[in-house]
C-alpha cells in the first residue's frame, strides 16, 4: 500500500519510459541550465555517490521507487480547508494546491453552509460540505482575512465545531489571520505561533500565545503561517514533515515553487515606512466598525 503514496511519481516515471519524440533543443536547454545550477543529491548510490542520468535510466520502476521511498510519519487521510466569506483567497488556494497533492487524502473545502462562498477579492467558490457534516479530519487548515476573520473568531458555532475537530486531528493549521480563529477557539493558548504582521505580538498575545517572528512555525500538532503566501511555504513544510523530503520536493517542483520577487518587499521590514503605515491603517479602517460593532452588542 506504501506505493500508492507515490502514485504520482509512477506516473511521471512510467511516461518517461514511454517510446515518445522530445525535442532535442528543450532537452538540451533543460540539461545546460541544470550545469549551471548543480543541485546536491540526496538519494546516493551504496557507496555514497550520486547516480549519473544514464544510470536512472537503466534502473527499472521498482527500484527507482525503492530509492525515492521515505517511511511515513503519520497515516493522512482527511484534510479539510475552512471557508467563509470574506477569507483571503491565497490562503486556502495556496494550501490547497500543496495539500491536495498527498494522495490517497482526500482534500475538500468545508463552510457553515452548503453554497457559494466569496473571497475578499471576489472569487467564488462552490462549497459542498458543510461544518455539521463534518466530524473528523486528520489536517484542519483555517485561513485568514480582515473583517469577516474577525467575525468568525466571534462565532461561537464555527469555535465550538474547530475544537470538536482539534480533538482527534493530526495537524491543525491556520494561514495568516486564521490564527486569530484558532486563539479564539482557545488552541493556541501557551503555545508559541505566527500570523500575519498586522499586530500580530499584540492578537496572539490576546489569545496566550507567544508571537514567533518566522514565516511558518509549529508548536506540537499546531502549525501557523504569517500573511497569505506564507500558507505555501508551512504547507509544503507539513509535507515534508508528513511525507519526507522527496516527495515534498516533487510537490515543489510540480508546482515549480521558486519565488523570486521582482523587488524587494513583502515584509514590515523590508517594505517603504510610508507604505507599511498606509497599509495597516487600511487594515485598521476595514476592523473598526466591525469591533465597534461587537462591542455595542455586548453592552
Not at 137 to 153: F, H, K, M, N, Q
Not at 161 to 167: E, F, L, R, V, Y
Not at 177 to 185: C, E, P, R, S, V
Not at 243 to 264: H, K, S
Request: aromatic share 10%; hydrophobic share 35%.
Amino acid at each position: 500500500m506504501r506505493y500508492l503514496l507515490f502514485a504520482l511519481f509512477c506516473f511521471y516515471f512510467l511516461i518517461s519510459c514511454e517510446d515518445r519524440d522530445t525535442p532535442k533543443t528543450i532537452v538540451t536547454d533543460i540539461e545546460k541550465n541544470i550545469e549551471k545550477h548543480p543541485k546536491t543529491a540526496r538519494n546516493l548510490k551504496p557507496d555514497g555517490s550520486a547516480y549519473t542520468h544514464e544510470e536512472l535510466e537503466g534502473l527499472p520502476h521498482a527500484e527507482l521507487m525503492q530509492l525515492i521511498h521515505e517511511p511515513l510519519r503519520d497515516t493522512i487521510g482527511t484534510i479539510g480547508i475552512l471557508l467563509y466569506d470574506g477569507y483571503f483567497s491565497l490562503d486556502a488556494m495556496g494550501p490547497h494546491s500543496v495539500l491536495s497533492s498527498m494522495y490517497p487524502a482526500k482534500t475538500f473545502f468545508i463552510s457553515k453552509e452548503r453554497g457559494l462562498v466569496k473571497s475578499n477579492n471576489g472569487l467564488i467558490t462552490q462549497v459542498d460540505t458543510t461544518i455539521s457534516e463534518v466530524k473528523q479530519l486528520d489536517i484542519l487548515v483555517v485561513p485568514g482575512g480582515v473583517a469577516e476573520t474577525y467575525r468568525a473568531s466571534k462565532d461561537q458555532a464555527l469555535l465550538n465545531w474547530i475544537k470538536a475537530i482539534d480533538q482527534n486531528s493530526t495537524y491543525t493549521t491556520s494561514v495568516c489571520t486564521g490564527a486569530w480563529i484558532l486563539g479564539a477557539a482557545g488552541l493556541l493558548e501557551g503555545k508559541k505561533a505566527t500570523t500575519n504582521w498586522y499586530r500580530a505580538a499584540e492578537k496572539l498575545k490576546e489569545y496566550g500565545a507567544t508571537f514567533v517572528n518566522e514565516r511558518y512555525t509549529n508548536d506540537g500538532k499546531y502549525w501557523t503561517s504569517a500573511g497569505v503566501s506564507a500558507g505555501i511555504d508551512m504547507s509544503l513544510a507539513l509535507v515534508d514533515h508528513i511525507m519526507g523530503r522527496n516527495y515534498a520536493d516533487f510537490v515543489m517542483l510540480n508546482l515549480e515553487y521558486d519565488p523570486q520577487p521582482p523587488f524587494e518587499g513583502g515584509s514590515i521590514e523590508k517594505t517603504d515606512p510610508v507604505v507599511r503605515f498606509m497599509t495597516q491603517k487600511m487594515y485598521d479602517m476595514d476592523l473598526e466598525p466591525v469591533i465597534t460593532e461587537f462591542e455595542e452588542n455586548i453592552k
